[in-house]
């Protein structure tokens, strides 16, 4: 029967004496003999064998410690070679038994094996007194290193072989003794876990290496047949299945220092070497937005080195080209609307796709970022980017007191997700350029002189004109005064109805309204006569009126013809006595757009100008191009400058002497105090 044994420390005596080492050896064998096989050992004698050991150690003349060691090695020596065979059932006894001889042998240890034992500096520069070869080790070591030394080094290539053959049948599908496998595997980590320096180094020379071959073999071989009998989806979704019974099968059998490497090297096998074939189908992949299998080849992508770029590229170029399909073909009407919600929709999209299906990857969101930068500030050869004004005229929408059918939450929800497109272009200036132009009353912005059509003063305000002009050059000598018909508004009093209508006009609608003055109807030759106005400005000018009723058409058709006539509607009503006649929006003309472009070089080349001075200031000295990327980098946040500008700036401040050309080099400047 077998018992356990509570290691105790027994009273003994201390004075040395003379002491029978063969005697002693035989009684300690016995029982050490029964020790390592876990056989029952009385309490008295286990007892005795402490005061044997150290009276052996203390023994006069001579302490016998040194021989005490020596039969002791001798003796585990010849009780591995008896276990040779039973390998497998006898580790865990012996591990076990080891670790009551080393607390049998405490006294030993300390007293003898401890102060003789070579630290870690001897080990290192050599020392003459003790064999190199043959260091001493604590009782429990020496019994590891005899099984290491006796027992698994001689059937390494046996016990290897068999795991390995083992582990692959468990690959193959079969159920191996999960127990033994492990068991035996733990035994080359335990072995040497006393040591302080490379525990596991005896682990991974004897069995991680071999294995980590042996996996990478199978794993190659297994990669080549699923690809054969697989498409790509069907070839992700298999190696994914495989790498998740790897790692199940690490942790049945391996140390988990393993469970990493062997995982690596399944990647590499699998993913790894047929980057090509899985970057290959990327495109189609991304192109048809199949979720599953995206989520599947960034998984297996992002495992490996130089996996992801490719698809990070594809994703980019793809939202970029849905970006471009969303926002092309815009129609004239609502563009701005329309290609602010077009490019938020892209956005959303794919924000909501990556984070689903990509884990929220930010090499992704930036790619997402990049592909729509490029999308809201794409132009066409030889144009100007449409995007700043697309969303000035937006903002200016959202913002005017006429925005009807939205509360204000909805218009500042709206306004909020705005924010979004607005990061992306690049001339911000321009936006605030454009915008200020709507926001700004006449009396704080510059308005342009440049008018929208020609325009012939009715006969009716020439008196009123004339009379404004006289009073203002007696006032003001030296000035012009300019008129802006197409901003001018006026009030028309309508005497032909039932009841007194007052109508708060523009000078176009005032002056085609006072041509009925002659008649009930105009035709539209008459029109063009007494106004002078444009056909565009003039058409507009007259839909206006047709859309608040109160003129007809005589034509059944929509569109305005030379030969159309107009009649005034004698039974026009309103709810209010006096109300306004909109028009459409004041659109910018090309000529003010140009000119708008042009205040913002203007601009653009005081900013530069003046970073450029704040850069010397501080640099005193810089080379050309690392000046021409500091500016590149301080305006970037407002508009990207062009490199040709830049140059021209930096020409335009030598001649102004805020700096100079260095004289040692002409690739140099210098700041001029």
């Known amino acids: 029967a077998e018992t356990s044994i509570t290691p105790k420390p027994h009273t003994m005596s201390l004075k040395p004496r003379v002491v029978d080492f063969d005697e002693t050896w035989n009684k300690l064998l016995t029982t050490i003999r029964a020790v390592v096989m876990l056989d029952y050992v009385e309490r008295a004698t286990w007892n005795d064998r402490f005061s044997d050991i150290y009276a052996l150690c203390v023994a006069y003349p001579e302490p016998l410690g040194e021989k005490l060691y020596t039969e002791t090695k001798v003796f585990l020596e010849n009780h ?41 500096a001897d080990l290192q520069y050599g020392y003459g ?15 590891l290193d005899m099984w ?19 582990i692959k049948n468990d690959r193959c599908g079969e159920d191996p003794n999960q127990k033994v496998i492990h068991g035996v595997i733990n035994s080359f980590v335990h072995v040497e876990q006393y040591k302080k320096k490379f525990p596991l180094k005896f682990y991974q020379e004897v069995f991680e290496g071999p294995f980590l071959t042996k996996t990478g073999e199978y794993y190659k071989q297994e990669a080549s047949n699923l690809l054969q009998e697989s498409n790509c989806s069907q070839y992700m979704e298999k190696v994914l299945g495989r790498l998740k019974d790897e790692e199940v099968r690490c942790r049945k059998y391996l140390h988990p220092s393993s469970y990493a490497k062997v995982i690596h090297e399944c990647q590499q096998r699998m993913v790894a070497d047929h980057l090509q074939f899985l970057h290959g189908e990327c495109q189609n992949i991304i192109r048809q937005e199949k979720r599953d299998d995206m989520a599947n080849m960034y998984t297996l992508l992002r495992a490996v080195s130089s996996g992801l770029p490719h698809m990070i590229q594809e994703l980019q170029v793809h939202i970029h080209d849905e970006g471009l399909r969303a926002t092309s073909n815009l129609s004239q009407e609502n563009m701005p609307t329309q290609f602010v919600e077009s490019v938020l929709e892209v956005h959303s999209k794919f924000v909501q796709l990556i984070n689903t299906v990509l884990n929220g990857d930010q090499h992704f969101m930036s790619a997402l970022d990049k592909a729509l930068t490029s999308v809201v500030n794409y132009r066409e050869p030889k144009s100007i980017c449409k995007a700043p004004e697309l969303l000035a005229k937006y903002c200016d929408n959202l913002l005017k007191k006429s925005a009807k059918g939205m509360t204000e939450n909805e218009v500042e929800d709206k306004l909020t997700s705005f924010i979004t497109v607005f990061k992306y272009i690049d001339d911000k200036d321009v936006f605030q350029k454009l915008m200020c132009s709507y926001v700004f009353q006449a009396g704080a912005w510059p308005l342009t002189h440049v008018p929208s059509s020609t325009f012939a003063i009715p006969q009716e305000l020439e008196k009123s004109v004339q009379m404004f002009e006289l009073f203002y050059n007696q006032h003001f000598s030296g000035r012009k005064l300019t008129w802006l018909h197409y901003l001018c508004t006026g009030e028309v009093k309508m005497n032909y109805l039932s ?33 002078q106005m444009n056909e565009k400005e003039l058409q507009k000018t007259i839909k206006s009126l047709l859309d608040v009723k109160m003129i007809s058409h005589d ?23 006096k109300f306004k006649i909109t028009t459409s929006m004041q659109k910018d003309t090309p000529q003010e757009l140009e000119q708008t472009r042009s205040a913002v070089d203007e601009d653009r080349k005081m900013y530069l100008q003046a970073a450029i001075v704040r850069i010397m200031k501080a640099r005193k000295v810089l080379r050309h191009n690392a000046l021409i990327q500091e500016v590149i980098n301080q305006s970037k946040a407002r508009f990207n400058p062009s490199i040709s500008m830049i140059k021209k700036c930096i020409e335009v401040l030598i001649d102004k002497q805020y700096i100079e050309r260095s004289q040692s080099s002409a690739d140099e400047y210098s700041y001029v105090a």
């Open 80 to 120: 591995v070679r008896q276990l040779f065979k039973r390998v497998l059932e006898s580790e865990e006894k012996y591990s076990k038994g080891a670790e009551y001889m080393d607390c049998l042998y405490r006294y030993l240890n300390t007293q003898f094996i401890k102060k003789n034992k070579l630290t870690e």
């Open 129 to 143: 007194g003790v064999d190199m070869n043959e260091p001493l080790m604590e009782i429990g070591e020496l019994a």
């Open 148 to 166: 290491r030394k006796l027992m698994i080094e001689p059937l390494q290539p046996m016990l290897i072989g068999m795991l390995l053959k083992e």
């Open 499 to 531: 009841k007194p209508y007052v109508a708060v006009v523009t000078t176009y609608q005032m002056a085609v309204l006072l041509a009925f003055n002659n008649g009930e109807t105009v035709s539209y030759k008459e029109l063009q006569d007494s106004t």
């Open 555 to 577: 034509s059944q058709k929509e569109e305005i013809e030379a030969e159309s006539t107009f009649s005034l509607i004698m039974s026009f009503t309103s709810k209010r006595t």
